[in-house]
């Protein structure tokens, strides 16, 4: 049940920023995998 509740808030908040900066699928995809990438880096450096 939690996740999902946690599931759809996700969805939710991505379709949100997606229509906010009026961006296309393969723009989110682009973001998400920066976005992944970036707290990979930072992680890996705190650790």
């Known amino acids: 049940m939690l996740l999902r509740r946690l ?3 996700d969805k ?5 920023i997606q ?3 009026k961006l296309t699928n393969y723009q ?3 973001f998400s995998w920066l976005l992944g990438f ?3 880096i ?5 650790f």
């Open 7 to 9: 599931i759809k808030s």
């Open 12 to 16: 939710t908040a991505a379709e949100f």
């Open 19 to 21: 229509k906010k900066f």
């Open 28 to 30: 989110m995809l682009c």
């Open 38 to 40: 970036l707290m990979g």
């Open 42 to 46: 930072a992680a890996a450096t705190l």
